[in-house]
T-cell receptor, first 113, second 112 residues
């Protein structure tokens, strides 16, 4: 089944403790992206990657890092999480061809205390 | 500044009726517009895409219109069912920035 897989689904952590949220897609998509979703603010893009070894900042990149060493994986790294990073996070991917839809993962609900 | 506006108030309709959701935007020249469905706590699911040179697109009970003069898209669900209850997001792709920007979504509640 074609899908984007995120792990973990839920995570509670403490301020300052480094964490990684993994994202993997099995559709051979070039484009991958991370979003966070907060009440009243909608989906906001954190980082995106057009292909392997190419990453760019989205609209809210502060406090996050990403890497794209392989086509299928696009992990999101929080080096020193803070409570304002408590949010629902989604990974998405898209193939080439321009006007096609994104495939989203099921989400990771992160709480930083 | 650039804005995408969807009605933040929930839309409540009776089963069998047509639901119409609105997406307005300002200061964008989108190459295309997409609609997604999102259930609580789940990832958005792609429904339809309409290009800037298209007026209307249909898929089963779904219909999307795109008016670049009014800077508006309408999303219709005909013969609505309780299973259609969800939040619907519109998203604009800007060829200038290469980004897909989402509206905040409108929640639809279909009552039996």
């Amino acid at each position: 089944e074609a899908q984007v897989t995120q792990n973990p689904r839920y995570l509670i952590t403490v301020t300052g403790k480094k964490l990684t949220v993994t994202c993997s897609q099995n559709m051979n998509h070039e484009y991958m992206s991370w979003y966070r979703q907060d009440p009243g603010l909608g989906l906001r893009q954190i980082y995106y990657s057009m292909n392997v070894e190419v990453t760019d900042k989205g609209d809210v990149p502060e406090g996050y890092k990403v890497s794209r060493k392989e086509k299928r994986n696009f992990p999101l790294i929080l080096e020193s999480p803070s409570p304002n990073q408590t949010s629902l996070y989604f990974c998405a991917s898209k193939g080439t061809g321009g006007a096609i839809g994104y495939t989203f993962g099921s989400g990771t609900r992160l709480t930083v205390v | 500044s650039q804005k995408i506006e969807q009605n933040s108030e929930a839309l409540n309709i009776q089963e069998g009726k047509t639901a119409t959701l609105t997406c307005n935007y300002t200061n964008y020249s989108p190459a295309y517009l997409q609609w997604y469905r999102q259930d609580p706590g789940r990832g958005p699911v792609f429904l339809l895409l309409i290009r800037e040179n298209e007026k209307e697109k249909r898929k089963e009970r779904l219909k999307v219109t795109f008016d670049t003069t009014l800077k508006q898209s309408l999303f219709h669900i005909t013969a609505s069912q309780p299973a259609d209850s969800a939040t619907y997001l519109c998203a604009l792709y800007s060829s200038n920035t290469g980004k897909l920007i989402f509206g905040q979504g409108t929640t639809l509640q279909v009552k039996p």
